[in-house]
Nanobody, 119 residues
Framework: QVQLAESGGDLVQPGGSLRLSCAASGTFSNILAMGWYRQAPGKERDFVAAISSGHNANYVDSVKGRFTISRDNAKNTVYLHMNSLKPEDTAVYLC?????????????WGQGTQVTVSS
């Protein structure tokens, strides 16, 4: 089993910045890709960013140039650095991770952290 603990969500003014963190703990042989989705009220869960264990990153177009995903493999932690935040970035941000247990890959999700962008 893998547990994902997110932190860093907050209320921030438009144009502000936040850093989200997601730490994986538990029993696993390897963490592969990690990333973030977000879900606004009444909307579907949308992809935001992901990063491989080799630090290859990809982003949804709406956050390119504003958000940066990074990870610390030694700490099994992924970060989402968010700059120039807009009201439309308001959502619950959920972390996910793909972890290997032996030869089998599983997907895990965190509980989410609320980001609210408002003046």
């Amino acid at each position: 089993q893998v547990q994902l603990a997110e932190s860093g969500g907050d209320l921030v003014q438009p144009g502000g910045s936040l850093r989200l963190s997601c730490a994986a703990s538990g029993t696993f042989s390897n963490i592969l890709a990690m990333g973030w989705y977000r879900q606004a009220p009444g909307k579907e869960r949308d992809f935001v960013a992901a990063i491989s264990s080799g630090h290859n990153a990809n982003y949804v177009d709406s956050v390119k140039g504003r958000f940066t995903i990074s990870r610390d493999n030694a700490k099994n932690t992924v970060y989402l650095h968010m700059n120039s935040l807009k009201p439309e970035d308001t959502a619950v941000y959920l972390c996910y991770a793909h972890a290997m247990h032996g030869d089998v890959r599983y997907e895990y999700w965190g509980q989410g952290t609320q980001v609210t962008v408002s003046s």
